[in-house]
């Protein structure tokens, strides 16, 4: 069957900037995450440059990754950055709790910040603030940004790097209210001004302005490092109240955070326990609606923030999110490697349409997580290299990277399953800074095709030209042995008689440029 919806826009009607951190990727200390999955080491067989997987590279390229978050998660309230650095061999065997393996730490400081040169993106240093101390985080960020020939900035020289690393974001501490150390709001709070008052970007280019006022340096740079608060898990609105409060008391000159953090998975019954393959109509619209429902997540937190903060100085970051399902490709299921199906590239649309929505406040986020971890963008098995229907999403979306949100209104047909009942079809517009317009579009329906008619205030389109992605199932995936099950095909309508009709498949998104 097939419905008939119209979408409304007025391109001289702009609304915020989409950031381009809201693309952003996590990369945890977890299982394949780093070591097989970007790491191989230089020795290896497979293809590296520095160590680093060639063809994991090249593929993040493309996807032009703004930001990585690193290295946790967990993870980086265990990590201890020292054990880290300098020589290979003299670095220090630790178990890592995901898995309860041995964490060789050959993946350190100097080879993230290579990483993430490589891919060309920039970098999120989350500190440990669970079992550091704040001198050490202090130590770190000397020894990343500082331009100044200490002996920190001499070690990283020895360990090959003479010129101070870009540091955009730095996170303090990770789930405070769990893994990262079972405090309080108020408990984490105490910690946490430590941490800000001390923990400081030296590269002249990077100086954070609150702090450097009381050092009487630039106060003003527009590429100062971010700073933010680890914060809440999915609607805990108690917690972001008791920051917000915290950060809404503290003298202006120093504010303690630059953004606050939220996590909020995708799952039915817990982590681990949904199905990445294999599964119903019924679990795809469960996973269709868990996603829409990313809106009164982030709208219960900004409701909170714009209390303490209407001028929204202090910026929603979802440093964690996505379907979280049962690690059935993994040889240990700590490691938390699953199967990536068309669900997950629709769910992953809608989340972001979610975020460009909220982007006067959802300034960052970072899908869980970038390599065989969770909701990935590519999977490794040895050599093998595959990419993820999420992973298509992401590249589909990159002209979405700073354009500007015009604001939409959709009048779709409904998709119903058992009790669910959604809009049909999601969809965003925005205008890139070259000036053209984008239109992306998902059709939640797994049965119906829709057709929508665009009205446009003020300009005429003549065609619209981009790609659609979809699949035989919404539970199809792409394997080692067929690699291309879910890819994203070319789509071109033209106008007939001065009307624009775009026709959508069912279970599927489209991203398209729209012509004059
Ligand atoms: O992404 C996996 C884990 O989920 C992270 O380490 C933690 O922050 C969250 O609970």
Redesign the pocket.
């Known amino acids: 069957a097939e419905q008939n919806s119209s979408i409304r826009l007025n391109p001289s009607q702009p609304g915020h900037t989409i950031n381009r951190d809201i693309f952003g990727q996590?990369a945890?200390h977890?299982g394949e995450g780093i070591y097989g999955g970007i790491w191989v080491g230089e020795d290896s067989k497979i293809p590296n440059v520095k160590g680093i997987r060639a063809d994991v590279v090249k593929a993040l390229r493309a996807i032009k990754v703004p930001v990585v978050r690193w290295p946790?998660?967990?993870?980086a309230d265990q990590y201890h950055w020292r054990e880290g650095v300098g020589p290979q061999s003299s670095r220090v065997d630790r178990i890592n709790p995901w898995g309860n393996v041995i964490e060789p730490n050959h993946f350190g400081t100097d080879e993230f910040m290579e990483f993430v040169q490589q891919i060309g993106s920039e970098a999120y240093i989350n500190l440990n603030l669970g079992s550091g101390t704040v001198q050490e985080a202090a130590d770190w960020l000397e020894y990343m940004t500082t331009d100044l020939p200490t002996t920190l900035a001499k070690q990283r020289a020895a360990n090959g790097h003479t010129a101070p690393y870009r540091v955009k974001y730095i996170g303090f501490g990770?789930?405070a209210w769990?893994?990262g150390g079972a405090m309080t709001a108020d408990e984490y709070f105490a910690r946490l001004k430590a941490y800000s008052v001390f923990a400081l970007n030296h590269n002249p280019q990077q100086r954070f302005a609150g702090i450097d006022l009381l050092f009487d340096r630039d106060a003003h740079n527009p590429h100062a490092m971010q700073r933010i608060a680890a914060g809440p898990n999915d609607t805990d609105t108690a917690f972001t109240e008791a920051l917000m409060k915290k950060w809404a008391a503290a003298p202006g000159y120093l504010p303690l955070f630059d953004a606050m953090s939220l996590?909020h998975?995708t799952m039915t019954r817990g982590p681990m326990s949904d199905a990445s393959q294999d599964f119903d109509e019924s679990d795809y619209a469960t996973f269709a609606q868990l996603a829409l429902n990313m809106d009164r997540v982030i709208t219960l937190h900004t409701e909170i923030m714009d209390t303490y903060d209407p001028q929204k100085k202090v910026a929603l970051v979802v440093d964690?999110w996505g379907n979280w399902l049962k690690p059935d490709i993994a040889e240990n299921p700590k490691f938390?490697k699953q199967q990536n199906s068309l669900r997950d590239a629709i769910t992953a649309s809608l989340t972001l349409n979610v975020f460009a929505r909220h982007a006067d406040r959802v300034r960052m986020s970072n899908i869980?997580?970038m390599v065989n971890?969770?909701q990935s963008m590519i999977l490794t098995d040895g050599e093998k290299m595959l990419l993820t229907p999420t992973y298509h999403i992401y590249h589909m979306y990159v002209p979405f990277q700073d354009a500007t949100l015009i604001p939409i209104s959709i009048d779709s047909g409904r998709y119903r399953m058992d009790d669910i009942n959604l809009p049909q079809i999601d969809a965003i517009a925005a205008r890139d800074a070259n000036g053209k317009l984008w239109l992306a579009l998902t059709n939640i329906d797994p049965v119906d095709s829709a057709d929508i008619t665009l009205q446009l205030e003020g300009m005429v389109v003549k065609s619209a030209k981009g790609e659609v992605l979809t699949a035989p199932r919404v539970d199809t995936v792409n394997r080692f042995d067929e690699p291309a099950a879910v890819v994203p095909k070319p789509v071109k309508f033209t106008a007939k008689n001065s009307r624009l009709l775009l026709s959508l498949p069912p279970k599927s998104v489209t991203v398209v440029e729209l012509k004059g």
């Open positions: 996590f945890e977890i946790g998660g967990c993870y990770n789930e769990g893994c996590h998975y964690e938390l869980a997580q971890v969770i």
